[in-house]
């Protein structure tokens, strides 16, 4: 790799914006810009519902993370969840090209069974997002992970292509062309997110990332190393927000702060949770009709969001067959995840190993994005390096070049995948 790149990922959240702006060489993924705060405007639970509104807080959010790194940014890779996203499990097959010397497989061949499994018959109003190879199979033998190279006659392949929304989708891009920027490429906040927290062994074990926003929980399963299945829920924190403001009669941003509040003592100190749960919350600062209120009566109400939550998360792993299959466990990101008694919970309802995730893999200016809420955007980084990483760059811009708008470059999202 000639010298560092500036990768910049950006996370278009229900309840914020995010960017990351990083300097990737082969050594290292260098963080030089962030703007993790910016209140997002327009977005409803994945979808975009205001365009100005989306593209004031993107812009805001750039201008921001831009002057920090002292660059100027043209292109990015940007999240995309709302349940819309779905998956399918495709299968591929094609007879390796007879001009090769010893039947050799080449990068070519590669790149034709990926494309054989995309003749899937998707409705024209749905957006192919990513195409993830899980496993070739050359001459019958299973379990290849890279069939460049090897010798055979017959190519198939197994892969995950999740899928979504051609408006939705359309949206999002244009809401990132309106503050000129090119998409490099939309990532599934599930993908991006595992990138930045889950290890290599959870993915080989069976594991769950589950990514709880403020609209939406972005959910995706890996298996033997690759995604197997996702599903975005329509549920996050805000309801959690608004069943506080209900319980307590008070308006909808004290009952944020209140949650917040409670969530970072959890974060400073489990423990002193669980001591003083029999105490009084004291909500005088608020205004409201009474001046404390026991903290048992607001986890209660937390917990019950939670439960929910957990229970619907749980039907969907039983419909996907999954249940039983992820010995690894749960691994939640997103900033809810930081809400009190959430690891817990967790626990007690799926029956599973329980983690948080903070994003790993980067250095730098890190201060502001170690919790769960930056894993998405973190991790599109993380995407955007690995695919830096594993091709060559000029040929990938060359052949990236009209892509900006559209879908598409299933051999560069091919060798992102390939070790
Ligand atoms: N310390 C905390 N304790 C409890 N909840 C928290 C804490 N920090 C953030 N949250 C909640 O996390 C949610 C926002 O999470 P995040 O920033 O991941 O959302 P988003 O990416 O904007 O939304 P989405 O992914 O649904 O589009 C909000 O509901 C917020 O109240
Ligand atoms: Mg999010």
């Known amino acids: 790799m000639p010298k560092e790149k500036i990768i910049t990922g950006i996370d278009i959240g229900s ?8 300097a990737v060489s082969e050594e290292r993924i260098s963080v030089v810009g962030v703007s993790g705060n910016i209140p997002s405007k327009g977005i409803n639970k994945g979808n975009v519902v205001d365009i100005d509104g989306v593209v004031e807080a993107i812009s805001a959010s750039i201008e921001k993370a831009e002057r920090m790194a002292g660059v100027s940014v043209s292109k990015a890779f940007v999240t995309v969840n709302g349940s819309h996203i779905e998956n399918l499990n495709s299968h591929g097959v094609v007879a390796v090209s007879p001009n090769n010397v010893d039947s050799e497989i080449a990068k070519d061949d590669v790149a034709r069974v990926i494309e054989a499994a995309q003749a899937v018959s998707l409705p024209t109003t749905r957006d192919i997002i990513h195409v993830i190879p899980r496993d070739f199979i050359v001459n019958s033998q299973d379990g290849i992970k890279d069939p460049v190279g090897m010798s055979g006659i017959r190519l198939e392949v197994e892969t995950n292509i999740i899928h979504g929304s051609s408006t939705a989708v359309k949206n999002i891009i244009r809401c990132v062309n309106q503050v000129d920027i090119d998409v490099e490429e939309l990532v599934y906040t599930g993908i991006a997110s595992g990138e930045a927290v889950l290890t ?24 033997d190393g690759s995604p197997v299945h996702s599903v975005v829920l329509p549920i996050g924190g805000k309801y959690i927000t608004s069943d506080l403001a209900i319980g307590l009669r008070s308006r909808m941003e004290d009952a944020e702060k209140i949650k917040i509040r409670l969530g970072n003592e959890a974060l400073i ?6 001591l003083r749960k029999d105490e009084d919350f ?15 009566m607001l986890n209660k109400i937390i917990d019950a969001r939670l439960e929910e939550i957990f229970r619907l998360l749980s039907l969907e792993l039983t419909k996907a067959n999954l249940a039983g299959k992820l010995p690894a466990g749960i691994i939640l990101t997103g900033g809810a995840a930081s809400t009190v008694g959430m690891e ?32 998405s955007c973190v ?9 830096y990483r594993g091709t060559d760059l000029l040929s990938m811009n ?22």
Request: glycine residues 12%; charged residues 25%; contains cysteine.
């Open 344 to 375: 817990k919970c967790a626990k007690t309802n799926l029956k599973m190993p329980v983690r948080i995730g903070s994003p790993r893999g980067v250095t730098g200016l890190i201060d502001e994005i170690q919790g769960p809420d930056s894993a």
């Open 15 to 22: 309840t914020k914006v995010a960017t990351t702006i990083a």
């Open 282 to 296: 004291d909500l005088t600062e608020f205004g409201l009709e009474i001046d404390a209120v026991p903290r048992n």
């Open 379 to 387: 991790g599109a980084v993380l995407y955007g390096a690995k695919l």
């Open 200 to 223: 290599d062994t959870e993915k080989e074990l069976g594991a769950l990332l589950v990514d709880i926003g403020g609209g939406t929980t972005s959910v995706i399963a890996f298996i």
């Open 398 to 419: 060359a052949r990236r070049g009209d892509m900006k708008k559209k879908m598409g470059g299933i051999f560069d999202k091919l060798r992102s995948f390939l070790p």
């Open 269 to 274: 100190s489990k423990s002193s949770v669980e």
